[in-house]
Nanobody, 116 residues
Framework: QVQLVESGGGLVQAGGSLRLSCAVSRSISSINIMGWYRQAPGKQRELVAK???????NHADSVKGRFTISTDNAKNTVYLQMNSLKPEDTAVYYCYAHVTWAGEYWGQGTQVTVSS
């Protein structure tokens, strides 16, 4: 079992920044994929960024150069630094974990709203 608790969402003006945090209930080093997804109203959930153990990071084209995913293994926390936010970044952001042979886990989500 893996519990994921997101924090850091909120309301920000376009061009601003936010940092999302995801507290993980077990060692991140035991998890093969950690990531952030988002879901805007009326749209499907989409991948924002992910960290694959031993392989590095991937970011969606829509956020490359603006968002950065990182991990702090000592704190068992995953971060998503979001800069130059745009109104189209408005969504509920979900933390995600995939554990080999155990399955997928999701956080409860945190709302990010970017005003124009």
């Amino acid at each position: 079992q893996v519990q994921l608790v997101e924090s850091g969402g909120g309301l920000v003006q376009a061009g601003g920044s936010l940092r999302l945090s995801c507290a993980v209930s077990r060692s991140i080093s035991s998890i093969n994929i950690m990531g952030w997804y988002r879901q805007a109203p009326g749209k499907q959930r989409e991948l924002v960024a992910k960290v694959i153990s031993g392989r590095g990071t991937n970011h969606a084209d829509s956020v490359k150069g603006r968002f950065t995913i990182s991990t702090d293994n000592a704190k068992n926390t995953v971060y998503l630094q979001m800069n130059s936010l745009k109104p189209e970044d408005t969504a509920v952001y979900y933390c995600y974990a995939h554990v080999t042979w155990a399955g997928e886990y999701w956080g409860q989500g945190t709302q990010v709203t970017v005003s124009s």
